[in-house]
């Protein structure tokens, strides 16, 4: 299972990474953040809401609308719950947790990121 949904996030990271700069329609994603943020209070909402706008910049571009949500606030360190997981179906939080980054993105806080294979470090999208 978790394979699958693995190659289904790595499918729509390319995707995800052509709209990180795209705003997404603020009613539609405001109302999710909000539904989200609620749920997730620790979750630091400027993070959530660059989530939500890169994922409804990923449906608009043509990837399948989400079934689920995994946000990571990597400007918290990896020794804090910095993993959201949401189901967007019935907008609630299944999992809150902690996270790892690659061994060469940095030491306790994630600072150098790539989406080169074989770079050792996380990618952003």
Known sequence: MFRRIGRQ???????VALCAQVQA????SGAIVADLS?????LDR????????AMQCAVRHGAEPAR???VIDYSLPSSER???????AQRELLLADYVAHGNKSGD???TAF??????HQSSLG
Request: proline fraction near 5%; glycine fraction near 4%; aromatic fraction near 4%.
């Open 9 to 15: 996030l790595l499918a729509a990271g390319s995707i």
């Open 25 to 28: 329609q603020p009613t539609v």
């Open 38 to 42: 609620a749920r997730a209070p620790a």
């Open 46 to 53: 400027q993070v959530l809401q660059h989530a939500v706008s």
């Open 68 to 70: 689920r949500l995994a």
């Open 82 to 88: 910095r993993l959201w997981i949401f189901d967007l």
């Open 108 to 110: 306790n806080h994630a």
């Open 114 to 119: 790539s989406n080169m294979v074989g770079s």
